[in-house]
Each structure stands twice: as structure tokens, then as C-alpha cells.
């Protein structure tokens, strides 16, 4: 089975600081994503990958950076941290084969994140 | 710009049906269906392709009318495990790649014995 997981489940920071979450896939896949999820809202894209060094801006990219250096590993950034921020993180992988639209994406359990 | 799912919550009793709508204004290359139980990650259900192509479950059913850019999920004789948010993620046409996907705002189903 696939398995996502994201480095805290819940997590509370102070406005101003620098906040990583990580994220970690272990089924080779070359698609990563991080998404916001706020009531009402549904799940947003923030960034995504498709290689190792490679990113895309998603919907919703200001206040937010991304890193990735392996395969396997997918960070997020907030540079300094805002009370806006505050929300459910989760992070995505799936399988790209040249067939992109034709593969599930697999969700992390999310981190709650709460900036004071 | 984010699709439009329709019901926002929707209450049923086991064994009884539910139809959920996902619309876009834009043209669709691909519609994926997720449901997220209470503090757990969304799960795949469904993709369904433009050209008629399906993915998922034996136990789910959907429906993609690409001239409309709207897609249905079937929820027949409910459970009390399909209790959840389902959320639809569409692709656009032509326009994205890497399977990036845009998400709906969710519906909320809940099933009562």
C-alpha cells in the first residue's frame, strides 16, 4: 500500500515564524502536492511537483514555498508564519507514467496547523 | 475556479440512494471523486476521462457529461460507512498536466440506521 506521511498531526506556531511541514511518500511516485483545507472551501492546491527540484505554483501559492530535493520528500514553507495560514495542510502523491489524469492521488492525514 | 458540488450536505437513512453533482465552468479532461471520513485523509473512489474511460471502485458509480463539464456520483442502498465529504477534483482540457487537479468546496453526507 501506498503510505503518505506528513512529519506532525497537529502543530502551533507563532505569526512571524519560519514553519516546515514535510511530507513523505515511499511508493516511487513522481507527483507531489500540497493542498490547504479550510470549512466551506474544500481542498485547495498550493504548490506540486512532478520531478525532484521541479515546481508549480498552484492556486493559492502566496506566503508559501516548496522544496524538493529526493523523490520521496516534499516540503512546505511559510516563510513567516500569518494567523491566515492557520488551517489543515495535507500533502498528495501519485503516480505519473505519462498518464497523469488516470492515476489517484494518495493524501497524507493532514497537519493542523495554528498560528497564533 | 473551483467547481460546484451540489448538494452541500445531503441526510439519509441505510439503504436509501444519493446523487452528487460536480460542475465547472470550464471545459474537462478528467473528474476524480475523493470521500474523507472525520479526521482522516480523503480516499479515491473514482476518475472518469473524457472519452468515456473509468477508474475506481466495483461498488461506486459515476457519470461524466463532458458538453456539460458536470459529473455525478451514485450512492446506492447507503451505509453507514459512506458517511463522509465527498469531494470532486477536476482537470481542465488542455491546460494543466501532472494530474494537477482543482477541488470542490465538498458535500457532506451523512447516513442515520
Known amino acids: 500500500d501506498v503510505k503518505v506521511t506528513q512529519s506532525s498531526r497537529y502543530l502551533v506556531k507563532r505569526t512571524g515564524e519560519k514553519v516546515f511541514l514535510e511530507c513523505v511518500q515511499d511508493?516511487?511516485?513522481?507527483?507531489m502536492f500540497w493542498y490547504r483545507q479550510d470549512p466551506g472551501l474544500g481542498l485547495r492546491l498550493i504548490y506540486f511537483?512532478?520531478?525532484?527540484?521541479?515546481?508549480e505554483k498552484g492556486d493559492i501559492p502566496e506566503g508559501y514555498s516548496v522544496s524538493r530535493e529526493k523523490k520521496e520528500r516534499f516540503s512546505l514553507i511559510l516563510e513567516s508564519a500569518s494567523t491566515n495560514q492557520t488551517s489543515m495542510y495535507l500533502c498528495?502523491?501519485?503516480?505519473?507514467?505519462?498518464?497523469?489524469?488516470?492515476?489517484?492521488?494518495?493524501f497524507g492525514p493532514g497537519t493542523r496547523l495554528t498560528v497564533l | 475556479q473551483q467547481p460546484v458540488q451540489s448538494p452541500q450536505a445531503v441526510i439519509l437513512r441505510e439503504g436509501e440512494d444519493a446523487v452528487i453533482n460536480c460542475s465547472s465552468s470550464?471545459?474537462?479532461?478528467?473528474v476524480h471523486w475523493y470521500r474523507q471520513k472525520h479526521g482522516e485523509a480523503p480516499v479515491f473512489l473514482m476518475i472518469?476521462?473524457?472519452?468515456?474511460e473509468q477508474k475506481g471502485h466495483d461498488k461506486i458509480s459515476a457519470s461524466f457529461n463532458e458538453k456539460k463539464q458536470q459529473s455525478s456520483l451514485y450512492l446506492t442502498a447507503s451505509q453507514l460507512s459512506y458517511s463522509g465529504t465527498y469531494f470532486c477534483?477536476?482537470?481542465?482540457?488542455?491546460?494543466?498536466?501532472?494530474?494537477?487537479?482543482?477541488f470542490g468546496q465538498g458535500t457532506i453526507l451523512t447516513v442515520h440506521p
Open positions: 498528495a502523491s501519485s503516480l505519473s507514467s505519462g498518464r497523469s489524469s488516470y492515476n489517484e492521488q494518495f
Open positions: 511508493m516511487d511516485h513522481e507527483n
Open positions: 511537483s512532478y520531478d525532484v527540484k521541479m515546481k
Open positions: 470550464k471545459a474537462l479532461y478528467s
Open positions: 472518469l476521462l473524457k472519452g468515456g
Open positions: 477534483g477536476t482537470e481542465g482540457s488542455g491546460g494543466t498536466s501532472y494530474g494537477k487537479l482543482t
